[in-house]
């Protein structure tokens, strides 16, 4: 069963569309204002470059589903290097009912956390939801560093517009694509909106002028 809902016209074209670079560029020095370190990339291949090179040799790496980092070819080269400790599989393996308290300690506080978000403003916050909020904690401050691989057409102009984005374009993709892939229903239970980073250098946000993801 496909979800019925599903974005309007009007939607896909405001919030599927790559933004123009005076809204890059004020997104970016607002993250930066708000001590998140922005780079930018100029298609999949450069993301994955940059990515690949921001990520210490030996490093645990985790990361939550994501299509951005699947369509970049990020979560295949992680996983293929032999450079890092990729936990994902590590942890796919691990018995939840007799590992739980192990599985949750090591997701919660990876040295570095992949991943993306759903919407992002150039007043300078980053909104991104789910519906169990396993990848939350460590963009809120568990993992020792974040790096979020964010197309351009998710640059919103306020909160508002960034929570219209989430519910009336995100939500109902996302919901489709977890029947399809889990034969389940998604949801948005946990949202979390990241205004201000306190620790220098702690996130990174790497801007593609691609389309990525939802």
Do not use: C
């Not at 919103?156 to 034969?183: H, I, K, M």
């Not at 949801?187 to 620790?199: D, F, G, P, T």
Request: charged residues 25%; proline residues 3%.
């Amino acid at each position: 069963m496909i979800s019925e809902l599903e974005p309007g016209v009007d939607e896909a074209s405001r919030f599927g569309s790559l933004a123009d670079d005076g809204s890059v560029k004020r997104a970016t020095a607002a993250l930066e204002a708000n001590g998140i370190r922005v780079l930018r990339a100029t298609d999949a291949a450069d993301a994955r470059r940059i990515v690949l090179s921001l990520i210490p040799d030996g490093a645990q790496v985790h990361h939550g589903a994501s299509k951005s980092l699947e369509e970049t070819g990020i979560l295949e080269a992680v996983e293929k290097s032999g450079r890092y400790e990729h936990l994902r599989p590590r942890i796919w393996k691990m018995d939840r009912k007799t590992q739980g308290d192990d599985i949750r300690r090591l997701a919660a506080a990876p040295d570095v956390m992949l991943g993306s978000v759903h919407a992002l403003t150039e007043t300078g916050s980053l909104i991104t939801a789910s519906a169990g909020g396993s990848q939350l904690g460590p963009y809120v401050s568990g993992a020792g560093k974040v790096i979020l691989v964010v197309g351009t057409q998710k640059i919103v102009s306020d909160l508002d517009e960034g929570l219209r984005r989430l519910n009336d374009y995100v939500f109902p993709l996302e919901d489709a694509r977890a029947q399809l892939a889990y034969g389940i229903r998604s949801a948005v239970n946990k949202v979390l909106i990241i205004n201000r980073e306190v620790v220098p250098g702690r996130i990174t946000v790497v801007f593609v002028d691609e389309v990525l993801g939802f």
